[in-house]
């Protein structure tokens, strides 16, 4: 079936508290995801757009590049690179728009979005994945950018270095114990004041944001490590083995052993 041809992945990843300042021509077209952490975007040396949180911007070839962190302060990337004649089809009907202003998109649906990513970066370095359904989950997180116009309002300005800083944190370490209560005395608001923000700034509440990156930290494990789920099911946080389980099913659509079988041979 060619349905899907004409589309060439050329590198994809995954960078972790990176400080890397990029100032390139790019070869490829490209989505660059900021997961967490601030960062800031500058195109042919014109003005300097910043943001904090989960947003994306579209690379390209003929046009001058520079982006990097905010205040030297580690951010959470994923890129993926991409190049043939499907992408004049993106271009022409919109699906691909090289042209935003201001560059950096909001991503307002992150725990989607973020999926999606992972999950295409995973399909572009594994072995064996059909092609044509790599380029169908292309489509897909092109067709999810496409959509994140409008929706959430910003945070105020002096609320969002603390919500990045809890963003963040919860990124690195899901599996600890996260008083909510305690975040909202921090800001000196009720918690479903904080609840409220944080669904402003992610549209999601902070128990869905905590087990989604719980549920992230154990798909690691299970794909780079041989443990018993129960195991992994307490090191992300869990105290029910049954209950993870669950979570895990409705997340992934497989079960954490499936998740296992299906994965750990192409990471």
Known sequence: MDFFSGNFFS?????PEYLKIHRHVPLYYGIQYNHSGGVYVKIDNGPRYEEYGPCAFITHPG???????????PRDHHFVCFHGPRITRYIDSG??????????????????????????????NGLGINPDRTVLKLEDLL????????????LPPFQLPHFAKLLKEINNH???EWNF????????????H???????????????????????LATQLLVTTQLQVGIIAEKTGFN?????????KNQYHLSPLQYRKEFSAII
């Open 194 to 216: 904080f609840r409220r923000l944080f669904k402003r700034c992610c549209h999601i509440s902070p128990q869905q944001y905590l087990i989604h990156h719980r549920l992230r």
């Open 95 to 124: 699906l691909l728009s090289l042209v935003v202003e201001p560059p950096l998109i909001k991503v307002h649906y992150p725990e989607q979005f973020h999926n999606t990513m992972t999950e295409l970066i995973t399909m572009i």
């Open 143 to 154: 067709l999810q950018l496409h959509e994140q116009g409008g929706g959430a309002h910003d």
């Open 240 to 248: 029910s083995e049954f209950y993870f389980s669950r979570l895990f």
């Open 181 to 192: 209560q305690q975040e909202a005395a921090r800001l000196n608001i009720t918690l479903t």
């Open 11 to 15: 590198m994809a990843g995954v960078f």
């Open 174 to 176: 899901p599996e600890l």
């Open 63 to 73: 046009a001058l590049f520079e982006y990097g962190p905010l205040d030297n302060q």
